[in-house]
C-alpha cells in the first residue's frame, strides 16, 4: 500500500530510490511528537535562562529554591542534546516528500512548505550552535552565540507552531490507526532486510539515550564516570571543581594577591565601608551548600564560607529593600560584575565566599572573594570580588 502510493506520488524513478519501509507517516508522526516536546521543553527552559540574564524591571527570580536553575539549564543542554538523533532520524524518514510531485499543490500548501526552511534550519542552527557552544567550538561562530541561539529559538518555534498547525489532523489520524506492520516490497531484499519501525524507533531512542548519558555527568555526580563526552569533567581542577575562565587568563593574578585589597561597600550607604581580607576573615562567617551552575549545563555543589551579602547591607545601612551590584577586579569583561536582585541580595545564603570546601579559594575559584547565591547562573557567580555596589 505504502509502495503504491509512493509510486503514484513520486514516480516510479524516485520509488525506486525511497524504497525503505521506514519512509513511513506513523514514524514521522511519532518522531514529529518526540521532537515538538523537546524543542518546546529546550525554548522554555532557554527563555528561563534568558530572563535570569537579562531581567525586565517587572520581574524578580526568586533566590529559592536554590537548585532551581541547576535543573532548568541542565534539563535544556540534555533535551536538546536528546533531539539530535531525534531530529536526524525525522529529516531522514520524510526527506523523500522533499521529492514529491507536483511540489505545491495549493496555496495552504505552499506556505506549510516555506515555512520548512526556518523550521529545520533553525532546528539545524539551534542543535549545532548549542552543542558548538557546550563544547568551546567557536570558531564555526562567526557570530555572538546567545544572540543567534536566541533570536533562532523564536524563528524556529514561530515555524514549528505553523508545522503543527498543519500536520495535526494528518498526525492524529496516522497515529489513532493501529500500527499495521510495515509492507515489505516484494521485489526489494533492502526493504525486507531492514529495521522494523519498532526496531528503527529502538535505535533512534537509544541513541538519544546514550548521548544524554555520555553528556550529563558533568551536572548528575553519578553519571560523571561514564559521561565520556561531558565537555566539563568533574572532579578536575584546583580544589577539585571546574574552572572555566582561570586568574591568569582573566589577567588578575597581581591584583587578586595585593596585600592592599580592599572589598568595597558604597553606593546607596550611610556608612560605606572598605575591609581588608583580614577584617573580612573577622566578620562573623556563614556556611552554605549551594550549586554552581553554568549556563552551559555543567554544575556542582559545594561547600561555601563567607559573609552574607545581607550583614553588609545592614552594617552599612542600606535600605531594607536594596538590591545590589557586585565587581570584579576583572573590570574590562562581560563576566566583571553581576547583579543581585532584592530577595537574592537578602537570602541568608548569598554570600561572598571565602572558603570552598573548607580552604582558601583557590586563585582560579575567586580568590580572595567570590559572589555564591542560590538559584543563579554561574555567570552571575562573580570571581574575584572588590566591590559590592548597593542600589
Ligand atoms: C543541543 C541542543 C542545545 C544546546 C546544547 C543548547 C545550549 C544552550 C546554552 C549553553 C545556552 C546558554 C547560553 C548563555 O547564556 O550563554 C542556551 C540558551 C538558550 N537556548 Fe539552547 N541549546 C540547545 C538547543 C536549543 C533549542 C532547540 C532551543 C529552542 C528552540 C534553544 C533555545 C535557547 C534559548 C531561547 C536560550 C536563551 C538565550 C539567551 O540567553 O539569550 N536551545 N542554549
Ligand atoms: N570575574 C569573573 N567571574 C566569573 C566568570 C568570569 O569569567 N569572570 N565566569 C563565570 C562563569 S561563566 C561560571 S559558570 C562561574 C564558574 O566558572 P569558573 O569555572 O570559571 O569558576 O564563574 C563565573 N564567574
Ligand atoms: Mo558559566
Not at 525586565?56 to 533566590?63: C, G, L, N
Not at 512548505?113 to 539551534?126: E, T
Not at 537509544?206 to 560523571?224: C, F, I
Not at 536594596?322 to 543581585?340: D, K, N, T
Request: hydrophobic fraction near 45%.
Amino acid at each position: 500500500m505504502k509502495v503504491a502510493r509512493a509510486a503514484t506520488v513520486a514516480g516510479t524513478e524516485v520509488h525506486r530510490r525511497f524504497t525503505s519501509p521506514l519512509h513511513d507517516d506513523r514514524l514521522a508522526a511519532i518522531l514529529g511528537l518526540a521532537l515538538g516536546v523537546t524543542f518546546t521543553t529546550c525554548f522554555v527552559t532557554g527563555l528561563i535562562s534568558h530572563t535570569l540574564q537579562h531581567p525586565p524591571s517587572w520581574f524578580t527570580w526568586p533566590s529559592r529554591p536554590a537548585g532551581l536553575f541547576r535543573i532548568t539549564q541542565g534539563v535544556h543542554v540534555a533535551t536538546g542534546v536528546a533531539s539530535i538523533p531525534l531530529l536526524l532520524a525525522k529529516l531522514w524518514v520524510v526527506y523523500p516528500k522533499l521529492f514529491r510531485w507536483p511540489p505545491v499543490a495549493s496555496v495552504a500548501h505552499a506556505v506549510e512548505r516555506i515555512s520548512l526552511i526556518p523550521l529545520v534550519g533553525g532546528a539545524l542552527f539551534q542543535l549545532f550552535t548549542g552543542t558548538a557552544n557546550i563544547a568551546y567550538w567557536y570558531r564555526p561562530m562567526p557570530f555572538f552565540f546567545t544572540v543567534a541561539h536566541f533570536w533562532a529559538a523564536w524563528i524556529t518555534i514561530g515555524a514549528l507552531i505553523v508545522h503543527i498547525g498543519a500536520k495535526i489532523t494528518t498526525t492524529r489520524a496516522v497515529l489513532a490507526r493501529r500500527a499495521e506492520p510495515a509492507p515489505i516490497a516484494a521485489d526489494d531484499p533492502a526493504a525486507r532486510d531492514g529495521l522494523s519501525r519498532r526496531g528503527f524507533l529502538a535505535t533512534i531512542g537509544a541513541a538519544s539515550g546514550v548521548l544524554v548519558v555520555a553528556t550529563v555527568g558533568d551536572t548528575v555526580r553519578p553519571l560523571n564516570r561514564i559521561s565520556v563526552l561531558a565537555p566539563r569533567r568533574l572532579g578536575i581542577g584546583p580544589q577539585g571543581r571546574p574552572v572555566n575562565r582561570s586568574a591568569a587568563a582573566a589577567g588578575v593574578l597581581d591584583s587578586a594577591r595585593d596585600p592592599g585589597y580592599r572589598l568595597v561597600v558604597d553606593g546607596r550607604v550611610t556608612r560605606p565601608l572598605a575591609l581588608s581580607l583580614d577584617e573580612l576573615r573577622g566578620m562573623p562567617q556563614h556556611e552554605a551548600i549551594l550549586p554552581i551552575a553554568c549556563v552551559e549545563g555543567w554544575s556542582y555543589s559545594a561547600r561555601w564560607c563567607g559573609i552574607r551579602v545581607r550583614d553588609l547591607l545592614q552594617l552599612t545601612g542600606a535600605r531594607p529593600l536594596a538590591h545590589a551590584r557586585v565587581e570584579s577586579l576583572e573590570s574590562y569583561s562581560i563576566y566583571g560584575s553581576s547583579p543581585l536582585n532584592r530577595l537574592q541580595a537578602h537570602d541568608p545564603d548569598t554570600l561572598l565566599a571565602l572558603e570552598l570546601d573548607g580552604n582558601p579559594l583557590a586563585p582560579d575559584h575567586g580568590y580572595p572573594l567570590r559572589l555564591i547565591g542560590p538559584n543563579r547562573p554561574g555567570v552571575d557567580q562573580t570571581k574575584w570580588v572588590h566591590r559590592l555596589v548597593v542600589l
